[in-house]
């Protein structure tokens, strides 16, 4: 029972190897932990090399030896329980943090293996937190609307019985709670250091707002280092109307001017075009993770990778006409985005030095075995891009069903990992929006992206069947398609393109 419970323990930074006595196997004689303890004892050890760390049961009394791994089950010398720190998982290899959406359990409910214990959104989606041992819910240490928790980071206290959990202290804090109680200090010490009400530096830019108000400086509160009175400290004073003027002895003091009725002068602009907004003329907006994160990945990929641009225009006319066929003779119903989805993949299966990616490791191309089309969908958290696999090998019908399926899970932020990690293009199309054209950003770590505008009726010179060109209303769209130029020059885009517009042009080329 004793060795179930003693695992996985890991060596501190002090440490480079695990010191126990010379057997292990003589911890299976020993039936209780505190036996364990008072027998690995530190001035009677010696040293055990070679031994993976799954292979060794045991605790150490000393925590100079031993550190214990938050999420596994560990015992301390004190007069706690048996019980788990599970730490924040992570659900997607790019999440380092996560906001706790809601918590399944309470304090003191019974968990089951595969139970749920909270929902999780990471930078992709919500995720569902399973449990993998049963026990019980002892203590939640990052309650539920809490942001930004590092992965690793103390979320919740797991013991194995019931009766135990009266004995987990109320000692343990999450990470978060330090944080918070660092930043209240830090609150704390700003707040002394702007009671500081005289001035031993003044800014040069200060000086010239308080020569310019006659402002008295002795009046204003520095908050810059070492008591520098800054000039946002000088722009507060004027707002808040703190400060006398300075004037000649034998007038009287006057009060500040506001701001809207101080005159302008010639030295600068006026006041009002200096102050700092008011505090109604804004509103903060608090941002999603999944926000955060889309914000970081396209910065980096606008700055990183060098964008190639390629536009195009197809003719919609034998789409939409193909689409009315559906409908009325088989009764089946597609949008025009499904049909772009299916065209995009028979053009990446015939091109295939389109669909690959550039290994930054290896600084090569990486061509990709499978088409897989991420879909750029909008969802109140954000842009997320939900994947069709394997494209190119499905129906029309096929391909819209998925795309509903999906695009349904993305807004209930219900998608499982698998179905938003990978692709290997992706198309964004706006063209249910007065937008004509317009270039995407790609998304890491493919190395394209198409953007789809609306469809607008132009007139088109036509050849009929006499030979003869007469003008005719067409209804086009616009194409562009942004590529990573290591990966894509301009002739693999170009014949990316020209395969596009051929499957626009013969619709039937999309059933073989």
Partial sequence: MALSRLRQLVISRASPVFRIRPLVTTCRSLTRPTDVQRHFVEDDCTLLRGITLPTINGVCASSRILKLQ?????????????????????????MNQ????????????????????????????????????????????????????????????????????????????????????????????????????SASRISPSAKLLITEFRLDASLLKATGPRG??????????????????????SSKEKPVSSPQTQPQTSHGPSLEARSPLHSDTYEDVPNSQIRKVIAKRLLESKHGTPHLYLSSDVILDPLLAFRKLLKEKHDIKVSVNDIVIKAVAVALRNVP?????????????????????????????????????????????????EVKELAEKARASKLAPHEFQGGTFSISNLGMFPVDQFCAIINPPQACILAVGRGNK??????????????????????????????????VGGAFLSALRSNFSDIQRLLL
């Avoid at 019985?161 to 004995?167: E, G, P, T």
């Avoid at 520098?228 to 002895?249: E, N």
């Fill in 70 to 94: 938050l999420g596994v089950r560990n015992f301390s010398s004190s007069e706690l329980p048996p019980h788990n720190v599970l730490g924040m998982p992570a659900l997607s290899p790019t």
């Fill in 98 to 197: 996560g906001n706790i959406a809601k918590w399944r359990k309470k304090e003191g409910d019974k968990i089951e293996v595969g139970d749920i214990l909270c929902e999780i959104e990471t930078d992709k989606a919500t995720l569902e937190f399973e449990s993998l041992e049963e026990g019980f819910l002892a203590k939640i240490l990052a309650p539920e609307g809490s942001k930004d928790v590092p992965v690793g980071e103390p979320i919740c206290i797991v013991v194995e019985d019931l009766d135990d959990i009266k004995k987990v202290p109320d000692v343990f804090t999450s990470g978060s709670g330090a944080k918070e109680e660092k930043a209240t200090h830090q609150d704390e010490r700003n707040e002394t250091r702007e009671q500081n009400t």
């Fill in 228 to 249: 520098t009175l800054l000039k946002g400290d000088v722009l507060a004073a004027i707002k808040s109307g703190i400060g006398s003027l300075r004037t000649s002895s």
């Fill in 353 to 401: 030095g389109a669909n690959a990616y550039w290994d930054a490791e290896k600084e090569e191309v990486i061509s990709c075995d499978s088409v897989d089309i991420s879909i750029a969908v909008a969802t109140e958290k954000g842009l997320m891009t939900p994947i069709v696999r394997n494209a190119d090998q499905k129906t029309i019908s096929a391909i819209s069903l």
């Fill in 458 to 491: 132009v007139v088109e010179p036509v050849v009929d069947s006499d030979g003869k060109e007469k003008p005719t209303i067409v209804n086009k769209m616009i194409l562009t398609l942004s590529a990573d130029h290591r990966v894509i020059d301009g002739k």
